[in-house]
């Protein structure tokens, strides 16, 4: 408004300049000095005197920001650099003509999420989005935009060094060991095994899943809110009802999705290890509670009991 008001509020003006005039002005940001006495609803005098305090105010706070962010970078330097080889980038082009400038953004925007990992990376190394365009951390996916590309990028902990020098063995024992920070640092590695468990489910499961998933979504969620169960355990409950009844390929679906809800219904009793799928010996397992549902990827993951869900929530509704 600031730049259309100095330009002689015209009705009609010529867009690529118009749009490049305010990007130069974006460029240049340290010498903004906008206020539009045009615009104003107040007495600019009065503004004058607030700007100069503010200014003041500023300049202190930004000296003060700049002593801390050196001081973050060097607390958080020992924490990030074995951080930085677990963390792989992952792009999406939805135009393959536009590949390789796709690929030059990504690698521009790269620096900046280094920056970000350095001073913003959670220490439970939780699987995190990154707006690739503020840099600022998200529970969403944010996109790069250029054009009519489409770029979806993420940042979350690799799981490839499962297949080099250590074993998934090796992984469990550390994870179960007495370092809990090591347990955390490994299970949200292990989110690649979880999503291959159910990519490789016949599809009549698959259904099955996407049926109590709907169901949760549409009558279990708003009333449950934040204490509602996540997608995964309704996952693992299922696959653990399929392989009870000896993995058919094809059965009724309205028969399976009663016996889910009856399960549900009386979530008390759940005792879910599904030796069949766990990727670890039972004997490994981290169980503490005498109701469970043990993680079939991840040996100290308890999904019953990981959270406060509202158990007798989910018995209700179903």
């Not at 009870?244 to 009663?258: E, L, Q, Y």
């Not at 399960?263 to 109701?291: G, H, M, P, W």
Request: glycine residues 2%; contains cysteine; hydrophobic residues 35%.
């Amino acid at each position: 408004m600031d730049r259309w008001v100095k330009a002689g509020r015209p009705d009609s003006f010529d867009m690529t300049r118009a749009a490049h005039d305010v990007l130069t002005s974006l460029k240049n940001n340290r010498n903004f000095k906008i206020l539009t006495p045009g615009l104003a609803k107040y007495d600019i005098s009065e503004a004058d005197k607030s700007a100069r305090l503010v200014a003041e105010t500023a300049s202190s706070d930004r000296k003060r920001e700049e002593d801390m962010f050196i001081s973050g970078m060097d607390q958080f330097q020992t924490f990030v650099q074995p951080a930085k080889n677990l963390f792989s980038t992952r792009a999406l082009n939805s135009h393959n003509k536009h590949k390789h400038s796709n690929t030059k953004i990504l690698a521009q925007r790269f620096e900046s999420v280094t920056i970000y990992e350095r001073n913003q990376v959670p220490s439970t190394f939780a699987p995190t989005s990154v707006d690739l365009t503020t840099n600022g951390p998200s529970t969403d996916l944010y996109s790069v935009t250029d054009l009519d590309d489409f770029i979806s990028s993420e940042i979350q902990p690799d799981s490839s060094f499962l297949a080099g020098t250590i074993t998934l063995d090796e992984v469990y024992r550390k994870m179960t060991g007495s370092d809990a920070s090591v347990k955390d640092f490994y299970s949200a590695s292990l989110a690649p095994l979880q999503t291959e468990l159910v990519r490789n489910l016949p599809t009549k499961v698959k259904s099955l899943i996407r049926l109590i998933k709907y169901w949760n979504k549409e009558k279990v969620k708003p009333m449950l809110l934040s204490r509602c169960p996540t997608s995964y355990l309704y996952e693992v409950i299922i696959m653990d009802r399929w392989v009870k009844t000896g993995r058919p390929d094809s059965f009724d679906m309205t028969r399976a999705a009663h016996d889910v809800l009856t399960s549900l219904k009386n979530n008390r009793d759940f005792k879910i290890l599904t030796t069949e799928l766990a990727k670890y010996d039972r004997r490994v397992a981290d169980i503490r509670a005498e109701t469970y549902i043990m993680d079939p990827c991840n040996p100290t993951n308890d999904l019953y009991n990981s959270r406060f869900w509202n158990w007798d929530g989910v018995s209700y509704v179903a």
